[in-house]
Nanobody
């Protein structure tokens, strides 16, 4: 089993920055993909960014140039640096880990962007 714990959410004004962290523990494979998703109130969950165990990254067009996903040295931690935040970035942000055809999810952390 794999457990994921997110941290770093909070409230910020438009144009501000936040950094999210996700730490994975348990039976983690060397080969995996980690990513961030978000769910705004009344909307479906959407993919934000992903990173492979080899370090390849990809970001949704809506956050490209503003958000950056990265991994820690221990490879079991993933970060999401969010800059130039907009009101529409508000939502619950979830961490996901994919390995061996199985997906694991964290419980989420709330990000609120409001003036």
């Amino acid at each position: 089993q794999v457990q994921l714990v997110e941290s770093g959410g909070g409230s910020v004004q438009p144009g501000g920055s936040l950094s999210l962290s996700c730490e994975a523990s348990g039976d983690i494979s060397r080969l995996n993909t980690m990513g961030w998703y978000r769910q705004a109130p009344g909307k479906q969950r959407e993919w934000v960014a992903g990173i492979t165990s080899g370090g390849y990254t990809n970001h949704a067009d809506s956050v490209k140039g503003r958000f950056t996903i990265s991994r820690g040295n221990a490879k079991n931690t993933v970060y999401l640096q969010m800059n130039s935040l907009k009101v529409e970035d508000t939502g619950v942000y979830y961490c996901k880990l994919d390995q061996s055809l199985t997906a694991y999810w964290g419980k989420g952390t709330l990000v609120t962007v409001s003036s």
